[in-house]
């Protein structure tokens, strides 16, 4: 080196760039930069928290703009040495990782993502001696390094006074100034709309405590249940006025919709909006680094009530009577928690919708949620602003054989070679097994619902159909032609008889016990031999048989492309729907109807001499059966005959 030659320096941290560089820190919206403020709030401890926002009138618009937000809460507040850490980027005083906090960039990240200056004052003896420092763009761009040292300070008077809780001996106010990228331009409205998100991030903290989780979840660790409250104040001159009328007091925001007092409206009728999926929550162990931890799953799914307005625990108000569920308030709402919920620490990193199918309105009435613990977070790929599950996420269209390479035939082969290669969703492969399956169960009740919503002329000849087939049951019967339903019948009571019945609407195809028994009981008084159901089964065929005593139930699959392409276009809810749309939905049928035949064909095509030979007896033989089944002459209306 040249010793007359400048010395230069070369840092590996340009401070001024980089702090301009990390606001763009990817928050989602005002609101989730706000939250990471509430974390840190409930980690000190609070059972209060309140977020102010000050507008300030434009003395030449005479409109009012937003000039400040703050965070005030009552937890333990922090020390001189803890005060200035706390504004440092990746040195956070919290760092086994077992509560909310990730990486210690939360209050500095969120704060500089929203405003260039964030002002914190925090005391643990008294308000009036609270301890004050600040962080600065304009102080970095003039080559502070250093956070300045806290010293005394009061906290601003408008916040002394506009707060509904009593100040205690310890407590921390953040707050943030010049907000050149806050999303929002009137805080009350906005309020509005905040309270649902902070409602479900927070939903544990905020819910009784009987109802923060499962009956069966044995742990005991969310704490008192916290307040969220957001409280809009205007400023005119040197004057402040809490704007009363548009305080909002968060209210918990479940997506499960098992939680009572939430934002939820309840007009539907009694008791949660929605139900557990049986079984649920169900626990599936995850391995990480030789150890395994458990992740916990609940589903649920919409009651029967909720979505009909003639079901008799409804009580719909009379404006929405006969109207479609989704459009009114708690359909609305529902639409809003769509997706899978990923709980973290008991609070939610994210509300994952690349689970639900398209843009299908009956999604919102199902909904699963994930819990996971922090020793998880690298398996899950949570980011460091606590938004996302980076490896979560990729898992919601994984299928193993799109996946598969030359081969690779079966899931097993996949996995090997996806353990051989270090992929990381590999260890979530169990997990999204058994998230999908109770997906596929909830979809085929959901589906079942809208079916017994039909219209009364639909409901009707579908019960015509099962009086014609029952008919048609009994002369083969009679005829000397037993089945194995009849064999059964015989030597089975009838108490024996409705005990299998529940037993194959609940265990098998996965039917709520008091659904299933409506079901049985519906059947015995008609004094029908069929029954049909829609079931979601893993199985390549579009439906199954079950030969119960004295019953042929008839399953269709809910997950094979028959039932979408053709039964369900059939059986439409047609209140809605115009003379052209009714028109189209039968030439789909029409069409879907012939694919069917032309699969049939093909089957047969392909079979060896002796096997076509017997796959077009069976052929001949069930239409033999359908004749008599169409033509029996019960006294109903033919089905063709249906215009």
């Known amino acids: 080196m040249n010793g007359n030659a400048e010395q230069l320096m070369f840092s590996i941290v340009d ?7 990390l606001r763009d820190s990817g928050y989602m919206s005002t609101t989730h930069a706000l939250a990471e403020l509430i974390d840190n709030s409930i980690e000190s401890g609070a059972t209060s928290i309140e977020v102010f926002g000050v507008t300030q009138r434009d003395s030449t618009t005479g409109r009012f703009a937003l000039k400040d937000l703050a965070v005030l809460d009552n937890g333990g507040g922090m020390d001189a040495e803890t005060l200035r850490r706390s504004l440092r980027y990746g040195d956070g005083t919290r760092r086994n990782r077992e509560g909310i906090g990730r990486f210690g960039v939360g209050l500095p990240n969120s704060s500089m993502s929203q ?11 008294g308000v009036t001696n609270a301890l004050h420092t600040r962080l600065s763009i304009a102080d970095v761009s003039r080559g502070l390094n250093e956070i300045p040292e806290p010293k005394l300070q009061s906290i601003p008077r408008v916040y002394c006074d506009a707060s509904r809780t009593e100040f205690g001996d310890s407590g921390t106010l953040v707050r943030w100034s010049d907000l050149d990228r806050v999303e929002w331009k009137r805080v009350s409205t906005t309020f509005q709309h905040t309270e649902a998100l902070l409602g479900r991030i927070y939903r544990r903290f905020l819910a009784k405590p009987s109802e923060r989780l499962h009956s069966d979840d044995p742990r005991n660790d969310i704490g008192p249940q916290r307040t969220i409250q957001c409280i809009p104040i205007q400023q005119t001159g040197d004057n402040f006025e809490v704007d009363e009328d548009n305080i909002v007091e968060v209210k918990p925001n479940d997506p499960l919709y098992l939680m009572s007092g939430t934002l939820c409206p309840e ?8 139900k557990e999926l049986e079984g649920s929550p169900f626990k599936i162990p995850v391995k990480y680094n030789s150890k395994e931890y458990p992740v916990r799953i609940r589903a649920s799914y919409a009651r029967a009530h909720v979505r009909d307005s003639s079901n008799p625990q409804a009580s719909w108000p009379e404006k929405y009577a006969g109207w479609d569920a989704g459009s009114t308030p708690w359909g609305k709402h529902a639409d809003q928690n769509m997706g899978v919920s990923l ?5 939610e990193v994210m509300l994952d919708n690349s689970w639900v199918s398209g843009d299908d309105p009956r999604e919102r009435w199902w909904t699963v949620e994930v819990d996971f613990p922090t020793a998880l977070d690298e398996v899950f790929g ?19 054989k799109r996946e598969a390479l030359p081969g690779e035939e079966s899931f097993g082969d996949v996995r090997r070679r996806m353990e051989e290669e270090g992929d990381p969703r590999v260890s979530l492969l169990d997990l999204h097994r058994q998230i999908k399956n109770a997906i596929r169960i909830m979809r085929s009740h959901v589906r079942e619902a809208r079916q017994h919503r039909s219209t009364r002329h639909v409901q009707s000849e579908d019960q015509k159909a099962d009086a014609k087939a029952t008919a048609a049951v009994k002369d083969r ?6 089945g194995e339903s009849d064999r059964a019948g015989e030597s089975t009571t009838q108490e024996e008889q409705k005990n299998k019945q529940v037993e194959s609407l609940v265990v098998k195809h996965h039917i709520d016990k008091q659904d299933a028994l409506q079901q049985i009981d519906e059947t015995i008084k008609a004094g029908n031999l069929v029954r049909w159901i829609q079931s979601s089964q893993s199985s390549p065929a579009f439906f199954d048989v079950e030969a119960l005593p004295n019953l042929l139930q008839v399953a269709l699959n809910t997950d094979h492309p028959v039932y979408s392409h053709l039964y369900e276009i059939l059986h439409p809810d047609v209140q809605e729907l115009t003379e052209d749309e009714i028109r ?15 699969s049939w064909a093909r089957y047969e095509d392909e079979q060896a001499n002796r096997e076509r030979r017997l796959v077009r007896n069976a052929r001949v033989e069930w239409g033999k059966y359908a004749e008599e089944f169409f033509d029996e002459d019960d006294g109903s209306t033919d089905p063709t005959d249906i215009v």
């Open 115 to 125: 405003a260039t200056q964030v002002d914190v004052w925090s005391w643990q003896s």
């Open 477 to 482: 019967i009679e005829k000397g032609h037993k």
């Open 15 to 21: 401070t001024p760039r980089a702090v301009e560089a």
């Open 584 to 598: 189209e939905r039968i030439a789909k049928a029409a069409a879907a109807f012939r694919i069917l035949i032309y």
């Open 267 to 274: 007009d539907f009728g009694l008791g949660p909006m929605f």
């Open 382 to 400: 949570v980011t460091n602003n606590k938004q996302g599950t980076m490896t979560f996420q990729r898992l919601a269209r994984f299928d193993w």
């Open 343 to 347: 709980m973290r620490s008991h609070r």
